[in-house]
């Protein structure tokens, strides 16, 4: 008797600093809405990078009451004041002044302290520390409700991505030929999150095991690959950047070329190209390969892939095979809804004083209401809760084919045709 395939979805969670809030919509969406469809969701693997990475982890570590979870996390968005967050540190700041004017200082911080960001992690540090209950994702993998967690950072001395996988027994399987990936067993904790958040000049670097690491986005911003290397039947991957359909108007596109000189707006471009950007050329990859593989089995019949498998020399269970993806983006440009945001009586209301002048300047400021550089920092309740609600209509505009990919899932698993869906550019 061959025993039935039991399928593993993989959740992938892109970064974005404060954009993160959008993916919390979209969980939202899986666990209420297309769980009362279909039943219980397969999530058996999260992968998280940057942000993503505290989202990841803390959904993981109430997987046994998703519903609960998820809601809890959105709770702890809700809950966000903008100076709980974004405090700037005055001595990173002089700092950076010191090494643009040429006298940089390369003293090494005393251990418990860090430099290195425009604003103070201590807040964030807080939050990651008091919302998530890092040991009952140790708990779910030993009652078999979860296989995996990961979490990626980038080495600093090296330059390399690392890879921290949280895993119940056994050595890691097979990873990438790829030099620059390096992945690490680890029991995922707070300075592994914290460091996969380190978004380069705006938070310090972080310390895991006297190694310094940052923001894993910087060359894995999307995960896809340690989900699939960890046995994922199915991809599910949120990315909180909205990519245009066409190109920006004559007007538009001279304001922004003559905000090129602003170091704010190019800071913002800069992290979109570093964060959010990569995702395409991880998706491209993958679906060139399922459509090779689906040619293959329909020109020579259903031992294709195996033959290629065994060819290639890939023991059994390992090598290529076909990876049902689907990927969400947002719909709208989450830059140009922080403008708005910030110019609102809201914020107003909720964030005053020198901070709030300091934040309604760079708004003002950004060419044509794009605030990218601020919706990397603007972790605030009332922001969140529009990205959340963005999130949850994206999902819910694609509720069926969300639907249809679970159920598909849960009949074959692994065996499922290979076929790849992205959200529509608008």
């Known amino acids: 008797m061959v025993a039935p395939v039991v399928p593993r979805v993989a959740l992938v969670l892109a970064g974005g600093g404060a954009r993160g809030a959008y993916e919390v919509g979209v969980l939202l969406h899986l666990v209420q809405e297309v769980a009362r469809d279909v039943g219980p969701l397969p999530i058996r693997i999260l992968s998280g990078t940057s942000v993503g990475a505290i989202n990841a982890c803390a959904f993981a570590a109430g997987l046994d009451d998703p519903v609960a979870s998820a809601s809890r ?11 709980d967050v974004v405090q700037p540190s005055s001595r990173d700041a002089i700092g950076l002044v010191r090494t643009l004017v040429g006298r940089p200082s390369n003293s090494i911080p005393p251990p418990g302290e860090r430099r290195g960001g425009l604003l103070d992690i201590r807040g964030l540090e807080r939050i990651v520390r008091l919302a998530i209950p890092f040991d009952r994702i140790g708990a779910h993998q030993r009652s078999g409700l979860l296989d995996a967690v990961t979490v990626s950072a980038t ?8 890879v921290f996988v949280d ?6 399987p097979p990873w990438t030929p790829d ?3 390096v992945p690490r067993s680890v029991e995922i904790g707070p300075d592994h999150v914290l460091a996969s958040a380190a978004i380069p000049f705006v938070f310090p670097a972080v310390s895991v095991d006297d190694e310094m690491f940052c923001d894993g986005g910087l060359r894995q911003n999307i995960p896809l690959s340690p989900a699939r290397r960890l046995g994922a039947s199915g991809l599910l991957a949120v990315n909180p950047r909205h990519v245009p359909s066409t190109m920006p108007s004559e007007p538009v596109a001279h304001a922004r070329e003559a905000a090129a000189y602003g170091p704010l707006f190019l800071l913002g471009k800069a992290l979109n190209a570093l964060l959010l950007d990569r995702i395409d050329n991880d998706v491209d990859r993958l679906e060139h390969i399922n459509a090779l593989l689906d040619a293959g089995t329909r020109r020579f019949g259903p031992g294709f892939i195996d033959a290629i498998n065994e060819e290639l020399g890939k023991p059994p269970g390992q090598g290529v095979r076909p990876l049902r993806t689907i990927l969400l983006r947002s719909s709208q440009d989450i830059g140009a809804m922080s403008a708005a945001y910030v110019r609102s009586p809201l914020f107003a209301q909720r964030v005053g004083g020198m901070l709030g002048k300091i934040i309604r300047r760079i708004a003002d400021g950004d060419a044509v209401s794009e605030a990218d550089f601020l919706s990397y920092v603007l972790f605030d309740g009332e922001f969140a809760r529009q990205l959340i609600e963005l999130g949850r209509a994206d999902a819910r505009a694609r509720h069926e084919e969300i639907c249809a990919f679970f159920e598909e899932q849960r009949l074959h698993g692994a065996a499922s045709r290979p076929t790849l869906r992205v959200a529509a550019r608008s």
């Open 179 to 181: 030099a620059t990936v």
């Open 155 to 162: 080495h600093v001395a090296s330059g390399k991505t690392v």
């Open 73 to 83: 996390l959105a709770q702890h968005w809700l809950d966000l004041r903008v100076t």
């Open 167 to 172: 895993r119940d027994g056994g050595p890691l």
